[in-house]
């Protein structure tokens, strides 16, 4: 998938009126991140692109978030249902400290909440 379509997929889940905020990112280990969002009230997770290098995944998740975060509409969907503690943040192409191997496959998700939970 390209930047464009990840977009766009985001926006197709994300236009629901059950969901109130989401966040973005890669992972290395989906079952894992998935656990660690349920804990901290985000109720649902979904993998966009799988499959990826290292370098794909955060070229795409740079990418996007810069799309989504600086440079579309603060009016839109897009932006206003991004996590709010998130949105305003730097982000740079990082694995948060991991080493990449050549043989590691990424996947971007989203994950989100309803309007029912504030937590998060």
């Known amino acids: 998938m390209t930047s464009d379509q990840i977009i766009a997929t985001i926006a197709a889940i994300i236009a629901s009126p059950q969901i109130e905020q989401y966040k973005f990112g890669l992972t290395l280990n989906s079952p894992r991140r998935r656990k660690q969002y349920i804990g901290v009230g985000f109720e649902h997770f979904a993998i966009i692109d799988t499959w990826l290098s ?14 989504i975060t600086q440079e579309s509409d603060k009016r839109s969907a897009l932006y206003r249902k991004y996590h709010h503690k998130s949105r305003g943040a730097k982000t740079g192409r990082s694995l948060g400290g991991k080493i990449p191997v050549s043989t ?5 998700y989203i994950a989100w909440w309803a309007p029912t939970n504030n937590d998060g």
């Open 54 to 67: 290292c370098d794909d995944a955060l070229s795409k998740e740079q990418t996007v978030f810069n799309k």
């Open 104 to 108: 590691d496959r990424y996947d971007l």
